[in-house]
């Protein structure tokens, strides 16, 4: 069955980095617009960054422009979100995703925490 598997969150304190890895499954990576989005406490879940089957990438959050990167790797089926110069406003769950058939696949998501 379809999974996706996120990894590398933490607490990182106010200028640090976190790579965060999905590793996906039981589906054809290579022809799937992959996904980061994150939902902090109380708010709703947004879209962060987005990269095609080109690996062409897409940053939708403006305050995340210039510090965030997407990357993929077909081989490994996995996606990347790196992430630098972290601020506290960043604390989110962070979600691993792709759009199939009208109907989205979701990780089980990695806490990131940022904190003095």
């Known amino acids: 069955q379809v999974q996706l598997v996120e990894s590398g969150g933490g607490l990182v304190q106010p200028g640090g980095s976190l790579r965060l890895s999905c590793v996906g499954s039981?589906?054809?990576?290579?022809?799937?617009?992959m996904r980061w989005h994150r939902q902090a406490p109380g708010k709703k879940r947004e879209l962060v960054a987005t990269?095609?089957?080109?690996?062409?990438?897409?940053i939708w959050l403006d305050s995340v422009k210039d510090r965030f990167t997407i990357s993929r790797n077909n081989f490994e089926k996995t996606v990347v979100l790196q992430m630098n110069n972290l601020k506290p406003e960043d604390t989110a769950v962070y979600y691993c995703?792709?759009?199939?058939?009208?109907?989205?696949?979701w990780g089980q998501g990695t806490q990131v925490t940022v904190s003095p």
């Open positions: 990269i095609d089957l080109h690996a062409d990438q897409t």
């Open positions: 039981g589906f054809t990576f290579t022809d799937k617009i």
């Open positions: 995703a792709f759009e199939h058939n009208k109907r989205v696949y």
